[in-house]
């Protein structure tokens, strides 16, 4: 009633601005889903942090099946690629593995990961977790920073987790130094919260 009255007057002063019948509304926007997917290296090299390494993974791979719309998917790679969680299932136990492995199929890893979570369709916020200290032949280098320079061209971040300072890895990908679970699964979740800020 008051709008109606002061658009009265304003018209009788020739300045007609009021609206008396406006409201505002607010909608919720929902955050976008969120897909993670894990890689961890069993080569020979990755011998002495292994254990922190199965731990963190998870952890991550717990936490995300809490969050909702959130999957989560985790392989080991050596010679091949083996999975650890799939998506959907959350595990109640640390899966111990060993890494005695020579080899470093870490392009297949990546297949495996993106196929299992699309990675490369920007309909969700999408992390790729690397955890490998990088010592790889020339051709697997190549390889991973090929792969990865298209998921991140797609939108999706890539985090590359690695137990030594100087241990080479692919400039694409965003570097933190592995130190224990707890801060692989800080900087993953700092690295998934990222991810949904920029979808």
């Known amino acids: 009633m008051r709008g109606v009255l002061a658009a009265d007057a304003q018209r009788a002063a020739g300045a007609p601005t ?23 290296d069993v080569s ?12 963190a993974a998870w952890i991550l791979a717990n936490a995300t099946s809490h969050l909702p719309d959130a999957i ?5 790679y050596g010679a091949g690629v083996r999975p650890i969680t799939r998506p959907g299932r959350a595990l109640a136990h640390v899966t111990e593995f060993e890494a005695d492995d020579r080899a470093h199929a870490i392009g297949t890893a990546i297949d495996a990961l993106e196929a299992a979570l699309d990675l490369t369709r920007p309909d969700a916020a999408r992390l790729l977790v690397i955890v490998s200290d990088g010592a790889y032949d020339l051709p697997d280098c190549d390889e991973a920073h ?3 320079t298209r998921l991140i061209g797609t939108g999706c971040g ?14 694409s990908a965003q570097p933190l130094l592995l130190t ?20």
Do not use: N, Y
């Open 18 to 40: 009021a609206e008396p019948f406006t409201r505002a509304v607010r909608s919720h926007v929902p955050a976008p889903p969120l897909r993670v997917g894990s890689a961890c």
């Open 44 to 55: 020979a090299s990755m011998r002495p942090v292994c254990g922190p390494v199965a731990s």
């Open 72 to 76: 989560s998917a985790t392989v080991v």
């Open 146 to 148: 090929k792969r990865i």
């Open 158 to 171: 890539v985090l590359w987790l690695h137990p030594e300072a100087d241990d080479p890895i692919t400039p």
């Open 180 to 199: 224990g679970p707890a801060q692989t699964t800080d900087a993953s979740g700092q690295a998934a919260v990222h991810a949904l800020r920029h979808t």
